[in-house]
C-alpha cells in the first residue's frame, strides 16, 4: 500500500481511511476478482449531494426528514464561537458509515430513517436503571444551545450550535455507582434501515453496531453533552437523530450518533475504530496537534466554512481542540504523545 510512502502533505482526503479498512476491502475485491479497477474507498461528495436540500422536485421533498424546532435556553458561556458551519455543511457532509462510507451517503440514504418510537436504555452498574422514549429526550431535560469546535481525525473542522443537555444530567439522575469506572455508548443495530450494517463493503467492514467508551470522569466533565439537535432543529438522521454524543475535545469518531444504550461498567469498552485499526486509534482519542496520526500530520485542519468544502483554508489544531482549561486536568501525568 502505497500511502505508507505518500509524503503526509500529499495525502488526499480519499486516503484518509484506516489501513486496515483499505486492506480488508482490497481482499474483497481480490475476492471478487476486481483487482484491476480502480475504486475510490471514500467517495468525495459530488456537487449533486450539496444540491439535495434544494431540489425543485416535489417529490424529493417530500421524502426529506422533516426536522421540528426546539425551545432551548443559550447557554452563555459557550455562545461566542465565529465564523459558524453554515447549517447546509453541517447536515450534508458527514460521517456516519451505518449508511456508507461517502461524506453525501448519510444525508443521501437516511432520510427514510425513523426515529419515533425511540428507545435508550441506560442500565449497568447504575442505582435506577431506565429506558427513555422519543418524547422524554425532547422533553425530560432542559435544554440549552453550545457553540462547539469540533475536529474530525481525518483533518476537517467544523463550528456547530449543537442543542442537548449534559451527559452528566442524564448520569446522576440514573444514579452512578461507586465501582462504575466507563461509560459505553452503543448505535441502533438496524440493517433493515441502513444500507452500511446490510453490507460489509458499504459500512466500511465496521462490525456494527458502532461502539464508544467514555471514563466515568469524562462523562461527567460539564462539557459532555448529548445532543438532539442543531441549528434550533431536532437533529437529522444524518447527524444522528434522535440522540449522539458530543465530546468536542476529542476527535470526532468519540461523538457517537444515534444511541440506543448506555451501559455504566467497570470494565473499558472497545470502541469500534479502536477494534478496527489499533496501531491507528485509541481509546481517549483526544485531539491533539502534536501527536501525528500514523499517516497523517494533526497540526493543522480544514475548516469548514462558506463556498467549496474541498477548498478552504487550513488553522492551527488546537490541544484538547481548544478545551484545555476545562479537561486538561482530566490527562495530568498521562504520556499524551502515546494516548490515541
Ligand atoms: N457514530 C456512528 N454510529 N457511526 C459513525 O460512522 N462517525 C463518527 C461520529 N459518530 C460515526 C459516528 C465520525 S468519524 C465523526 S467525524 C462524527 O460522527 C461526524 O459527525 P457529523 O456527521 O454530525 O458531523
Known sequence: ????????????ESQL???????????????LGLAALTIPFIKPASASVFDIFSSGNDQDKNALFQRSALSFTKNTN??????????????????????????GDPAQYSQQFKVDP??????????????????????????EERLYRMRCVEAWSMN?????????????????KSDAKYVRFETVFDPDQMRGQASRFVGGSINFPYVE??????AMNPLALLSVGLYGKTL?????????????????FKSIKSIVKITLTDKAPV?????????????????????????????????????NVFQQSRQNTQMFNGYEEEVGHLYKGMDLLRNF
Open 78 to 103: 459557550y455562545q461566542s464561537l465565529t465564523p459558524l458551519t453554515p447549517e447546509d455543511k453541517v447536515i450534508q457532509y458527514n460521517n456516519f458509515y451505518e449508511f456508507g462510507t461517502g461524506k
Open 118 to 143: 425511540w428507545s435508550l436504555t441506560i442500565d449497568g452498574l447504575v442505582d435506577n436503571p431506565q429506558t427513555l422514549n422519543y418524547e422524554d429526550l425532547l422533553k425530560k431535560f432542559d435544554i
Open 236 to 252: 437529522a438522521p444524518q447527524n444522528g437523530a434522535p440522540i449522539r454524543l458530543v465530546v468536542p475535545w476529542k476527535y470526532g
Open 213 to 218: 467508551g467514555l471514563t466515568i470522569e469524562e
Open 271 to 307: 470502541n469500534t475504530w479502536q477494534a478496527l485499526g489499533p496501531d491507528e486509534y485509541g481509546f481517549f482519542a483526544n485531539v491533539n496537534p502534536r501527536a501525528d496520526h500514523p499517516r497523517w500530520s494533526q497540526a493543522s485542519e480544514r475548516f469548514i466554512g462558506e463556498g
Open 160 to 176: 456547530i450550535p449543537w442543542l442537548g443537555f449534559t451527559l452528566a444530567t442524564l448520569l446522576k439522575q440514573a444514579g452512578v
Open 1 to 12: 500500500m502505497l500511502i505508507k510512502h505518500t509524503k503526509k502533505s500529499q495525502l488526499k
Open 17 to 31: 481511511t484506516s489501513e486496515s479498512v483499505y486492506k480488508e476491502r482490497r481482499n474483497i475485491i481480490k475476492g
